[in-house]
């Protein structure tokens, strides 16, 4: 467990406290203003990188199973080519100053689309005031945006709810909080979170989840495990890494084994083949992993599972951090990113110089050097 002094951003409390999150994050989305009407909908459009990013791919993998229109993840700077009138745009960023989001956002808007915005303030809580859109505010208290999951990915789907196109948000989110208590109750101690961690050790996790819900879990466990912990940490979906991936484990063995972990995310709402597919890869994978370990997802509904894959995820990443006794709160290798995009030429000049450019220039430089 976490010492207090290895977690000056609270993120393991932040995690514990997913299920009162979710809880409030419902009324949150019950209490939004100007949601257009469903039927003047034809697409959604979820603007996010990072964490926010990951809550607008939650809402998709949600949607596609129940919302009658299309739902698409826009992780950049530009919005698609379809967003217009009939569009709902929304946009999340917990700073609410991710130059990315706030760019696809004001294209959005300028496209004449439905604007809708969760945020805690910053520059894009600004511009949904001047645009009148709808807007959600993410609750003080939490550290940071990966400690806001519940709080950005919970009310875009109640909104749908009030707007027609997402029946029973309020019901499985009613699940959702009770199987995170009952997950809560399992890993505050440490619990299988611990004895994971401790199994992956100093191996790099390579997690798998199947459809969209196992994605996007796998997505989340990946992130975690880069923020939280500071370790490299990869991420794939079933059936397509058997298309792909699987073949890339056909040699160096010898020197795979030794470095990775498999993690299998499993959740009730497989596709009958992705079992059989599970069971494959597992033993095609046996002789090149370290180690191969099972995570079944529990409770009713598709967001119970993919919050409950996410709670467990979280905490054995915190438990990854501690064995290493590393902070998780703080991201210095992002931040010094972050800081370095606000004088992009002083930035860009001396990384080309240094030979650490990336790009054409940089490359063919390198190569013409003796």
């Not at 949150?28 to 034809?42: D, F, V």
């Not at 597992?282 to 967001?303: F, K, S, T």
Request: charged letters at 20%; hydrophobic letters at 50%; proline letters at 6%.
């Amino acid at each position: 467990m976490l010492p207090a002094n290895l977690d000056s951003l609270g993120m393991r409390a932040a995690a514990l406290g997913l299920p009162e999150q979710v809880e409030a994050a419902v009324e949150a989305g019950a209490a939004i203003r100007g949601l257009p009407e469903g039927e003047e909908i034809a697409n959604i459009c979820v603007f996010g990188v990072g964490a926010s990013g990951l809550a607008g791919r939650i809402v998709a993998a949600l949607a596609q199973e129940f919302v009658p229109v299309p739902v698409v993840v826009a992780e950049g700077y530009d919005a698609p080519s379809f967003v217009a009138q009939d569009t709902l745009a929304i946009a999340v960023s917990f700073s609410g100053d991710t130059e990315e989001t706030i760019e696809a956002a004001q294209e959005a808007q300028l496209a004449g689309a439905h604007l809708m915005v969760v945020t805690r303030g910053g520059r894009l809580g600004a511009l949904a005031g001047e645009w009148g859109a709808a807007r959600v505010e993410v609750p003080a208290g939490l550290p940071t945006a990966r400690a806001a999951i519940g709080a950005l990915a919970v009310p875009p789907l109640v909104a749908l709810e009030r707007m027609g196109l997402f029946p029973g948000a309020h019901g499985w989110a009613a699940h959702a909080v009770a199987q995170l208590e009952r997950r809560r109750d399992q890993l505050a101690g440490g619990g299988p979170a611990r004895d994971l961690a401790r199994r992956i050790g100093r191996t790099l996790p390579i997690v798998y989840g199947a459809s969209a819900i196992g994605a996007v879990a796998a997505a989340r466990w990946k992130a975690q495990c880069n923020e939280n912990a500071k370790v490299p940490a990869f991420a794939g979906a079933v059936p397509q890494v058997c298309h792909d991936e699987v073949s890339g484990w056909g040699q160096h063995g010898d020197v795979t084994r030794q470095v990775f972990s498999l993690v299998l995310l499993r959740h009730d709402l497989e596709h009958p083949q992705e079992d059989r597919r599970f069971a494959l890869l597992a033993e095609a994978l046996d002789e090149v992993v370290a180690d191969r370990h099972v995570v079944r997802a529990e409770g009713e509904g598709p967001l119970a599972q993919l919050l409950d894959l996410v709670l467990f995820g979280d905490l054995v990443s915190l438990e990854l951090a501690a064995q290493e006794g590393i902070d998780p709160g703080p991201v210095p290798a992002i931040d010094d990113i972050e800081f370095a995009l606000s004088e992009p030429e002083a930035g860009t000049e001396a990384g080309i110089e240094a030979g650490t450019g990336v790009g054409v220039e940089a490359g063919a430089e390198a190569e013409s050097r003796p």
